[in-house]
């Protein structure tokens, strides 16, 4: 079979390099089904093969003009494309559906067709400034073209060969962030950040491979070679605990830890069991009280704490441990102490609220994920460590790459090949710069007040968890139950919170698929309801588009929402009337 993607047809004002397939046939988008200038479907030739490598799309192509498009109206372009209400999934899934790869070639712009209906259309909205429920948001617009560059130049970072002066200009801003949370002096920059047997931290794909990274070093550092034995990550767990003489060892954390740390345990062979997590205060922190007494236990039992991690920034409540006495009890413990700022690190940016953090550069390893507060795209991620030679406990060599006194920074990430994504991590640091990062920090944090004292204010809503960062929690609960919550007993509140809970999902729910606004929900157990599990709604300010207007109208839409559907009255009434009982 040869190729030959022939060039579109005359009176096609779209595509001039152009692909025919049958995927379209299989798809059964009639509407998109291609035609070559013979009128069929093209066949693939080689030399059109190389076009594809080597002519880019003209302005007049579907493509060519979406690109314009973006370029010059991301938001317009978002907007325009897509589709507010939301599909079903299901009906989603049958366009991504077939398994068989197209035996014939598509033409680009069917295939853009294809992916502006099925894909863009049903995509999320999350720049939309109504879109306050998760941590992904906006993108600056210089992002966009700072990323083809990027993709251009393809550059992969697990070895300087491939990756010249990316490799540089990741360890700097490695460099960056670590002086962000360690604040070393200049002498301390120069004689590590490129030293080729140091890491002042790993760039990672996002907080997840962070944690992961730092408790792998931690668990690495903990049980080195010794006479004897040649390391837990030569000989593996059991025989380090044999070696080192503990019956086991620990993970400490709050039970509003991130579920990373499960996967971390499960990847690094300790089991999810060894996750201890401890109980918060009021306030959404670890229980200080309950953490000492849970590693005094654990020792007494001899069991190592392999980490006790502080998070800064809670997933779900946006709450700050007690960093600086954490860092106490690491030290009196002897163990590793690392703190999961993927979210709240950037808070340090901020000189009003850095405070809230006191304590993180005491910190073994601090996670810090890019692709939250620093506003760059999905899949960038950074672990710093204190100690510019903690990463050598997980320093691999190979023969054709990484070899010993290389600056490869593949021989210190979980990663192999990974993009050059640091590259647009210092585009945002040297273009919004650290005041412009404390602006949208100390914005967020006013917003998220704000927003607390709008719902404060409605008595049909509860707010649940106040916000100390900008995250905060709340569920929609009409007055006449909230003063029946107040006096009620521990099983009636028990049964009046499970309507709610349904009231609360319900509302979420119409309020995602009517695609205007968006807030996620979550299941917290508040001190408030003796720890009974909840559902509330959970909204994160980030987006420095969203306007104090825009919360209003989110509270409004919800009453509305409440206030229209019948299953929620119903709901309502029959609570309504059991109170009344
Ligand atoms: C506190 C915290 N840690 C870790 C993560 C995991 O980050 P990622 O999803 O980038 O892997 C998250 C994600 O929301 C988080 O909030």
Known sequence: MGFDWTPVNADTKFSVLVMACGVFDVLKLKKYKSKGQDGKGAVASLSNLYRIFTVPETPYSTLGKIDIE??????????????????????????????????????????????????????????????VGHMTSALPSFILPLSRIMTALNQNLVKIETSKAFTPMERQVLGMLHHLVYRRDKDYYKKWMHDCDAALGAFCSGGTVSNITAIWAARNNLFPAADGFKGVAQEGIHRALRYYGFTDVAIIISRLGHYSFGKTADVL?????????????????????????????????GVKILSLVGIAGTTETGNVDPLDTMADIAEEFDCHFHVDGAWGGPTLFSDSHKHLLNGIERADSVTIDAHK??????????????????????????????????KDLGAHTLEGSRPGK???????????????????????????????????????????TRPELNLLTYRYVPVAIQHALAKATHSESATINKILDKITKRIQKLQRAAGKTF???????PHRYDEQMITVFRVVLANPLTTDNIMHEILLEQKAIAAANKKINNHLSKLLQKLAA
């Open 269 to 301: 062979g300790i089991g999810r069991e060894s996750i201890i997590s401890i109980d918060t205060d009021r306030n959404n922190r670890i229980d200080l009280q309950k953490l000492q007494k849970t590693c005094r236990q654990l020792t007494a039992r």
């Open 519 to 525: 807030v996620s929900r979550t299941r917290l157990n």
């Open 422 to 464: 640091a590259m647009l991590v210092h585009s945002a640091l040297s273009i919004i710069g650290r005041r412009g990062y404390e602006l949208l920090i100390d914005q967020g944090i006013e917003k998220a007040r704000k927003f607390a004292a709008l719902i404060e204010a409605d008595e049909s809503f509860e707010l649940i």
């Open 373 to 406: 507060q620093l506003y760059v795209p999905m899949g960038a991620g950074m672990v710093l460590f204190r100690n510019p030679t903690s990463l050598s406990s997980i320093e691999h060599h190979a023969e054709y790459v990484l070899r010993k006194g290389s």
């Open 70 to 131: 973006i370029s010059q109206n991301l938001t317009g372009f978002l907007r325009q494309h897509i589709v507010a209400s939301e599909m079903d999934l299901e009906k989603i899934e049958k366009d991504f559906s077939d398994p068989v790869i197209p035996e014939q070639p598509t033409f680009v712009s069917d295939y853009t067709h294809f992916l502006m209906e099925n894909l863009v259309a049903q995509s999320v909205h999350t720049a939309a400034p109504g879109f």
